[in-house]
Each structure stands twice: as C-alpha cells, then as structure tokens.
C-alpha cells in the first residue's frame, strides 16, 4: 500500500556524516510510524531509530543514540536519518520501515522490533572506513 525508496548511502571515513532519506509514495503518510534498520554481512537486521507518526517522539539503539537523528516532514512523505561521527561498526545496508496506525500503547520495545513493520524499502548501502 504504500513503496519506500531509500537513497543517500555512500562510501565515507570514520568520524564523518551521511544523511539518509526514505521517500514514501501515497496519500497516507502521517499514518504511519517509519523506523530505520540496518543489516550487516552475516548479521540480522537490526534496529537503529525510529519516529512516531506526527514526530513527537523518537527512539535510538544505545549505540547511536547521541550520533543519529531521525526525523520526517510529513508535508514532503519523507524521512532521514542524519548519521555522524560514523564508526566502522556503522557499514551495513540500512533499510527505512513503515508500520500503519501504531497502537497508542507502544513503547519504545514496539518500535524496536522489525517484526512490527510492514513495509520495507530496497536499502541503501552504508560503509565506513577506518
């Protein structure tokens, strides 16, 4: 119901930025809680950030927190992940998630669970280099 298309990724040294975007197509996005994952060669995905609907409320893995920001602008159907201070740790290819009426009882261990979501996008390459 609704295609996620990620772009941003890139080829960049330890200590330095990239910004992600997930663009969303449809009517219906400020229905929707959008989350960032991340998958490493050999790993399972993993979560890193997500976002509530209206953006009032954002949640981080441990290791990010303090470096990523996520944030969306329901007005253009977009979400970004601005990354920095990157660590070799950071290269995975990082997937935007999307989730439909989240229940207004989850917490932060809802959004964290790649289960929950619905809606994936193809992914976008992240490398970091020491």
């Known amino acids: 119901q609704v295609q996620l298309v990620e772009s941003g990724g890139g080829l960049v040294q330890a200590g330095g930025s990239l910004r992600l975007s997930c663009a969303a197509s449809?009517?219906?996005?400020?229905?929707?809680?959008m989350g960032w994952f991340r998958q490493a060669p050999g790993k399972e995905r993993e979560f890193v950030a997500a976002?509530?609907?209206?953006?009032?409320?954002?949640y981080y893995e441990g290791s990010v927190k303090g470096r990523f920001t996520i944030s969306r602008d329901n007005a253009k159907n977009t979400v970004c992940l601005q990354m920095n201070s990157l660590k070799p740790d950071d290269t995975a290819v990082y997937y935007c998630?999307?989730?439909?009426?989240?229940?207004?009882?989850?917490?932060?261990?809802?959004?964290?669970?790649?289960?929950?979501?619905?809606?994936w996008g193809q992914g976008t390459q992240v490398t970091v280099s020491s």
């Open positions: 449809g009517r219906t996005f400020n229905t929707y809680a």
């Open positions: 976002i509530t609907r209206s953006g009032d409320r954002t």
């Open positions: 998630a999307a989730v439909r009426f989240p229940p207004q009882s989850w917490y932060s261990g809802s959004y964290s669970n790649k289960n929950r979501y619905d809606y």
